[in-house]
């Protein structure tokens, strides 16, 4: 898995500031982009238009319902989840901010629950990538602001994203 954090200071990676000080930072960034084996089409209309079936094919996924509205997978709706991350069950709302079909790209806003105790802004970003050998990847981007400094950066979530992409891939490779 390669993270990466985007931000730096005077000339210092982000992450190396975080070992200095990592408590200081308020605002971070989370990339992890994973190779996956299914075709990138297919795993983007899945989460675009199956996302409700996730609990059915990822072991960190424990429950997803529709808080508010009729259709999962329309902007505007709030959805509620609940998953395990550090092993630990957690809960929170989405809502789909964006969909981009043509570029393979979705944007959640995710709050309430764990997450609003710990983050003024959590945006999850996934990005379905076709690589030129052929190959295809899934970028996760985690944009957050933490409450206040005594919060840690939301580093579990690789590991959440890493999981939920190798079940969701074998499931999407099954013939």
Same mark, same amino acid.
């Given at each position: 898995?390669?993270?990466?954090?985007?931000?730096?200071?005077?000339?210092?990676?982000?992450?190396?500031?975080?070992?200095?000080?990592?408590?200081?930072?308020?605002?971070?960034?989370?990339? %992890?982009?994973?190779?996956?084996?299914?075709?990138?089409?297919?795993?983007?209309?899945?989460?675009?238009?199956?996302?409700?079936?996730?609990?059915?094919?990822?072991?960190?996924?424990?429950?997803?319902?529709?808080?508010?509205?009729?259709?999962?997978?329309?902007?505007?709706?709030?959805?509620?989840?609940?998953?395990?991350?550090?092993?630990?069950?957690?809960? %929170?709302?989405?809502?789909?901010?964006?969909?981009?079909?043509?570029?393979?790209?979705?944007?959640?806003?995710?709050?309430?629950?764990?997450?609003?105790?710990?983050?003024?802004?959590f945006k999850l970003?996934?990005?379905?990538?076709?690589?030129?050998?052929?190959s295809g990847a899934?970028?996760?981007?985690?944009?957050?602001?933490?409450?206040?400094?005594?919060?840690?950066?939301?580093?579990?979530?690789?590991?959440?994203?890493?999981?939920?992409?190798?079940?969701?891939?074998?499931?999407?490779?099954?013939?």
């Open positions: 898995m390669r993270v990466d954090s985007l931000f730096s200071y005077h000339s210092i990676p982000f992450t190396f500031l975080l070992l200095l000080y990592p408590k200081m930072v308020l605002k971070g960034k989370l990339i %992890s982009e994973l190779g996956i084996k299914a075709a990138t089409d297919k795993c983007f209309k899945y989460l675009a238009t199956q996302l409700h079936e996730l609990q059915n094919h990822c072991e960190r996924v424990h429950h997803t319902k529709l808080h508010e509205g009729e259709d999962w997978h329309d902007t505007d709706r709030v959805k509620h989840w609940t998953y395990v991350i550090d092993g630990k069950v957690h809960t %929170s709302y989405d809502t789909l901010e964006e969909i981009d079909e043509k570029n393979k790209k979705l944007r959640y806003n995710l709050f309430g629950g764990d997450i609003g105790e710990h983050y003024k802004v970003t996934i990005e379905l990538i076709d690589k030129s050998d052929g899934i970028k996760w981007i985690i944009d957050f602001e933490k409450i206040n400094e005594n919060i840690d950066p939301p580093n579990g979530w690789m590991d959440y994203v890493t999981n939920v992409t190798k079940d969701l891939d074998a499931h999407l490779v099954k013939p």
